[in-house]
């Protein structure tokens, strides 16, 4: 973080477009050569869906940063353009806290480099599931719903991803720039704020209105937590009775391990996954002889134990954006209860995934002296 | 006469020291339950969590994880993160409810033929307590 005081200002919304502002903001960064390209939400021709786009011309630069769903983990695609190391010249991603919270997670376990990446990122008031944004980006642009959602509108709220509605971290913490819309009336202006030197180099150089909002803006951004974290406890209470061997066979007993909770998670990066390797194949001699043991057991095989070993790799880094609660075909609730998991084991080693670069993964380090319990000393 | 319980637990015991450790057990002539079925590891670090959960989906009454002390590790710091990872299991299993209370995690060294010969004794006991794993009744797993 840097050390001097952080650039802070509004940028006036004109006409009341929301995505017009920000894409103009972005494309003179573009047309300056600040950044060479620009990854971010954009609405698909057909208009039902946005989908993130790598933008490098400004009069392409058409953005739709605040469309209220997550069709892909943004945090997956900075891994993808980083693979081989960091990219020789600077592009500014849009992304919502959970995945900001993901990439920090990827860079530290070296699947992601962030070094020329401007991170942009933009308050977070949740996201529907695609097939509901689908339907109601019919009737409503992108900045309707946004700025429905930012006022709390009932009908809308009730109807976002699990995971959006018990999420307690919609504030973008680790980024270069801040988007603000908490807090200040987002129809009309939006809060930028630098939050690293890069992010202050950015934005020192534009005309941004000072603002008088920055407290009541803190106040805001306050409160907001303060009900996003009651929020969470209770989605926790009320998931707590999926416990025991019979409640999580039966919490899982539609799943028909496609893994796609594998494939869409930031996390889950290996390249080769142990469940889909040849480990767990058995042949048809094995097969006969393990169901002589019990009388009968289903098939395919290992559903618990792809779920329960999942968590055991990744639940330290789980961001809980519920990427792999939208991806299951059969609608799971997988977030019921993968949150307590990652609530819980996240406790055991006082870590929070994506709080910050320099605090190591749990896995990869360790004390001399620390659960002697473990080991019946 | 019914017969009594036993229950079969699976140990993956570190190449350097408990392996070694069960093997001076078995040539002094230690006895201890035969309950135990010993897979060879080359360090309780490479014991995947995966490892230990098949075992115990599969009907394995308990798992037993024997490392050498810490400070110890053949490897230098195998045992330390094989005990991370002791613990963020018992945390999953702990959270979903299944049980953590059949894993165990000792340290017993090339030399603690003894140790060994007692531990599995405690934990044949212990699991004869507790009865056999509830997993066993069910097909759906």
Same mark, same amino acid.
Request: charged residues 25%.
């Given at each position: 973080?840097?050390?001097?005081?952080?650039?802070?200002?509004?940028?006036?919304?004109?006409?009341?477009?929301?995505?017009?502002?920000?894409?103009?903001?972005?494309?003179?960064?573009?047309?300056?050569?600040?950044?060479?390209?620009?990854?971010?939400?954009?609405?698909?021709?057909?208009?039902?869906?946005?989908?993130?786009?790598?933008?490098?011309?400004?009069?392409?630069?058409?953005?739709?940063?605040?469309?209220?769903?997550?069709?892909?983990?943004?945090?997956?695609?900075?891994?993808?353009?980083?693979?081989?190391?960091?990219?020789?010249?600077?592009?500014?991603?849009?992304?919502?806290?959970?995945?900001?919270?993901?990439?920090?997670?990827?860079?530290?376990?070296?699947?992601?480099?962030?070094?020329?990446?401007?991170?942009?990122?933009?308050?977070?008031?949740?996201?529907?599931?695609?097939?509901?944004?689908?339907?109601?980006?019919?009737?409503?642009?992108?900045?309707?719903?946004?700025?429905?959602?930012?006022?709390?509108?009932?009908?809308?709220?009730?109807?976002?991803?699990?995971?959006?509605?018990?999420?307690?971290?919609?504030?973008?913490?680790?980024?270069?720039?801040?988007?603000?819309?908490?807090?200040?009336?987002?129809?009309?202006?939006?809060?930028?704020?630098?939050?690293?030197?890069?992010?202050?180099?950015?934005?020192?150089?534009?005309?941004?209105?000072?603002?008088?909002?920055?407290?009541?803006?803190?106040?805001?951004?306050?409160?907001?937590?303060?009900?996003?974290?009651?929020?969470?406890?209770?989605?926790?209470?009320?998931?707590?009775?999926?416990?025991?061997?019979?409640?999580?066979?039966?919490?899982?007993?539609?799943?028909?391990?496609?893994?796609?909770?594998?494939?869409?998670?930031?996390?889950?990066?290996?390249?080769?996954?142990?469940?889909?390797?040849?480990?767990?194949?058995?042949?048809?001699?094995?097969?006969?002889?393990?169901?002589?043991?019990?009388?009968?057991?289903?098939?395919? %095989?290992?559903?618990?134990?792809?779920?329960?070993?999942?968590?055991?790799?990744?639940?330290?880094?789980?961001?809980?954006?519920?990427?792999?609660?939208?991806?299951?075909?059969?609608?799971?609730?997988?977030?019921?209860?993968?949150?307590?998991?990652?609530?819980?084991?996240?406790?055991?080693?006082?870590?929070?995934?994506?709080?910050? %670069?320099?605090?190591?993964?749990?896995?990869?380090?360790?004390?001399?002296?620390?659960?002697?319990?473990?080991?019946?000393? | 006469?019914?017969?009594?319980?036993?229950?079969?637990?699976?140990?993956?015991?570190?190449?350097?020291?408990?392996?070694?450790?069960?093997?001076?057990?078995?040539?002094?002539?230690?006895?201890?339950?035969?309950?135990?079925?010993? $897979?060879?590891?080359?360090?309780?670090?490479?014991?995947?969590?995966?490892?230990?959960?098949?075992?115990?989906?599969?009907?394995?009454?308990?798992?037993?994880?024997?490392?050498?002390?810490?400070?110890?590790?053949?490897?230098?710091?195998?045992?330390?993160?094989?005990?991370?990872?002791?613990?963020?299991?018992?945390?999953?299993?702990?959270?979903?409810?299944?049980?953590?209370?059949?894993?165990?995690?000792?340290? $017993?060294?090339?030399?603690?033929?003894?140790?060994?010969?007692?531990?599995?004794?405690? $934990?044949?006991?212990?699991?004869?307590?507790?009865?056999?794993?509830?997993?066993?009744?069910?097909?759906?797993?």
């Amino acid at each position: 973080m840097s050390e001097s005081k952080p650039v802070a200002g509004m940028l006036e919304v004109k006409g009341g477009d929301l995505a017009g502002t920000v894409s103009a903001f972005l494309a003179d960064l573009l047309g300056k050569n600040v950044i060479s390209a620009v990854l971010a939400p954009r609405r698909v021709p057909a208009g039902d869906m946005a989908f993130p786009a790598l933008m490098s011309d400004p009069k392409e630069l058409k953005a739709d940063p605040f469309a209220p769903v997550l069709p892909v983990s943004t945090a997956t695609l900075v891994q993808k353009l980083t693979r081989e190391g960091p990219i020789s010249s600077r592009v500014a991603v849009v992304m919502r806290n959970c995945q900001i919270r993901a990439l920090v997670e990827l860079v530290k376990l070296k699947q992601a480099d962030i070094e020329n990446i401007i991170v942009i990122g933009v308050d977070c008031p949740g996201t529907f599931s695609i097939v509901d944004y689908k339907n109601l980006s019919r009737d409503r642009d992108s900045t309707d719903l946004y700025l429905s959602l930012l006022k709390e509108d009932k009908e809308l709220t009730k109807n976002l991803r699990s995971a959006c509605i018990a999420c307690r971290e919609p504030v973008p913490q680790n980024c270069d720039i801040l988007v603000g819309s908490f807090g200040v009336d987002a129809g009309k202006a939006l809060y930028l704020e630098s939050r690293t030197p890069a992010g202050e180099e950015i934005l020192k150089n534009m005309s941004l209105k000072e603002s008088p909002h920055t407290e009541a803006r803190e106040k805001a951004v306050q409160e907001v937590l303060k009900k996003k974290a009651a929020k969470e406890a209770d989605f926790l209470e009320i998931h707590a009775d999926k416990k025991g061997i019979k409640a999580i066979l039966d919490f899982y007993s539609s799943c028909i391990n496609c893994q796609n909770c594998r494939r869409v998670c930031p996390i889950c990066y290996c390249q080769e996954c142990f469940f889909t390797s040849d480990s767990l194949v058995r042949n048809g001699d094995t097969l006969i002889g393990k169901s002589r043991a019990r009388g009968a057991f289903k098939m395919p %095989l290992d559903t618990l134990l792809f779920h329960t070993g999942r968590m055991n790799h990744m639940i330290l880094s789980c961001v809980e954006c519920g990427l792999c609660e939208q991806a299951c075909p059969v609608e799971i609730p997988l977030m019921q209860v993968l949150k307590r998991v990652a609530g819980d084991a996240q406790a055991k080693f006082d870590y929070r995934p994506g709080r910050s %670069l320099e605090e190591e993964i749990p896995l990869k380090v360790f004390q001399e002296k620390e659960f002697s319990e473990m080991g019946g000393e | 006469m019914e017969k009594e319980f036993e229950p079969r637990i699976v140990g993956f015991l570190c190449n350097w020291c408990t392996y070694t450790g069960a093997d001076l057990a078995g040539t002094s002539r230690i006895q201890y339950p035969p309950n135990v079925r010993i $897979i060879r590891v080359m360090c309780s670090g490479a014991v995947d969590p995966t490892y230990i959960l098949k075992a115990l989906f599969e009907g394995a009454d308990g798992v037993f994880i024997g490392g050498c002390h810490p400070g110890d590790c053949h490897y230098l710091t195998g045992n330390y993160k094989a005990r991370r990872k002791m613990v963020l299991m018992k945390s999953v299993l702990e959270t979903l409810g299944l049980e953590p209370d059949r894993m165990w995690l000792r340290w $017993i060294s090339a030399s603690e033929g003894q140790k060994f010969a007692d531990t599995m004794t405690e $934990i044949a006991e212990e699991m004869k307590q507790k009865g056999p794993n509830p997993i066993k009744e069910y097909w759906n797993v």
